[in-house]
């Protein structure tokens, strides 16, 4: 197969796509042919991708989208499909990760972490399926984390939105295998992007340069991930080379969750 033309005619709805891990899968699906949606809360954020993208000569359109919200999320299918005639496939990518023990947190930070990591997935896919049935079919990527297995302090929330999504993934794959429709997630360990650097310095303000090292030497493979590493996931499990793929978890974790068990 020519990975150069995976994604030819393909219409790519990417959350969560103005930084990280979500504008590195918008730019690879655009660089591969994909007509990429790129949504993100941060308009200025999803105009700066969808510029690199137009850049190289990829197709792509911003629409700023708090995926927490029901009528954002379908204007954002809506602008897809108008842009680029249907939806094919999805990466739910949005998300944050908000500290604290249960003890601690408010519950107002509770109810963003659940609705930002997980309800968004509901939201766009529930949205983005029909028009995905008027394709023939597609596939849909959700990213959960290692944190959904093993875990660390003061994320109670944040690995709760992790291991629902890796149990919502398994339950979507059998509902829409009828509809042709391939649902998987993949389970990144620590991959540089500002979410990451943004957690570093909370733990080790003084030199979050030293505990991002630290993090990397957790890894089997002697460093922490890029986008790219993500990306490069990303696009074979939506593409038709993983056809025979729905309903798992894939590990992109540098080793990781090997060496904790």
Same mark, same amino acid.
């Given at each position: 197969?020519?990975?150069?033309?995976?994604?030819?005619?393909?219409?790519?709805?990417?959350?969560?796509?103005?930084?990280?891990?979500?504008?590195?899968?918008?730019?690879?699906?655009?660089?591969?042919?994909?007509?990429?949606?790129?949504?993100?809360?941060?308009? /200025?954020?999803?105009?700066?991708?969808?510029?690199?993208?137009?850049?190289?000569?990829?197709?792509?359109?911003?629409?700023?989208?708090?995926?927490?919200?029901?009528?954002?999320?379908?204007?954002?299918?809506? @602008?897809?499909?108008?842009?680029?005639?249907?939806?094919?496939?999805?990466f739910n990518n949005a998300g944050i990760n908000l500290f604290g023990r249960v003890?601690?947190?408010?519950?107002?930070?509770?109810?963003?972490?659940?609705?930002?990591?997980?309800?968004?997935?509901?939201?766009? /896919?529930?949205?983005?399926?029909?028009?995905?049935?008027?394709?023939?079919?597609? @596939?849909?990527?959700?990213?959960? /984390?290692?944190?959904?297995?093993?875990?660390?302090?003061?994320?109670?929330?944040?690995?709760?939105?992790?291991?629902?999504?890796?149990?919502?993934?398994?339950?979507?794959?059998?509902?829409?295998?009828?509809?042709?429709?391939?649902?998987?997630?993949?389970?990144?360990?620590?991959?540089?992007?500002?979410?990451?650097?943004?957690?570093?310095?909370?733990?080790?303000?003084?030199?979050?340069?030293?505990?991002?090292?630290?993090?990397?030497?957790?890894?089997?493979?002697?460093?922490?991930?890029?986008?790219?590493?993500?990306?490069?996931?990303?696009?074979?499990?939506?593409?038709?080379?993983?056809?025979?793929?729905?309903?798992?978890?894939?590990?992109?974790?540098?080793?990781?969750?090997?060496?904790?068990?």
């Amino acid at each position: 197969m020519d990975r150069s033309c995976r994604f030819d005619g393909k219409s790519v709805i990417v959350t969560g796509a103005g930084m990280g891990i979500g504008k590195g899968a918008a730019i690879a699906f655009a660089r591969e042919g994909g007509c990429a949606i790129v949504a993100d809360i941060s308009a /200025s954020a999803a105009d700066d991708t969808v510029r690199e993208i137009t850049s190289q000569g990829g197709k792509a359109i911003s629409v700023m989208c708090d995926v927490t919200k029901a009528d954002d999320v379908q204007r954002m299918v809506a @602008a897809g499909v108008k842009a680029f005639g249907g939806i094919d496939v999805v990466f739910n990518n949005a998300g944050i990760n908000l500290f604290g023990r249960v003890d601690e947190m408010s519950e107002a930070d509770w109810d963003r972490q659940i609705a930002v990591n997980l309800k968004s997935v509901f939201l766009v /896919s529930k949205y983005a399926i029909p028009e995905m049935r008027k394709r023939g079919g597609g @596939a849909i990527v959700n990213n959960a /984390s290692v944190q959904a297995f093993a875990s660390q302090r003061t994320v109670a929330a944040y690995a709760a939105t992790k291991g629902a999504i890796v149990s919502m993934t398994n339950v979507m794959a059998l509902d829409h295998a009828p509809d042709k429709i391939r649902v998987n997630c993949i389970a990144p360990g620590s991959i540089r992007t500002p979410l990451l650097e943004n957690s570093a310095q909370t733990f080790a303000p003084d030199d979050p340069e030293a505990a991002i090292a630290e993090w990397g030497k957790d890894h089997p493979i002697g460093r922490i991930g890029t986008v790219e590493d993500v990306a490069n996931l990303v696009l074979f499990l939506a593409s038709d080379e993983a056809a025979f793929c729905t309903g798992a978890c894939y590990r992109v974790d540098g080793g990781l969750l090997s060496s904790l068990m």
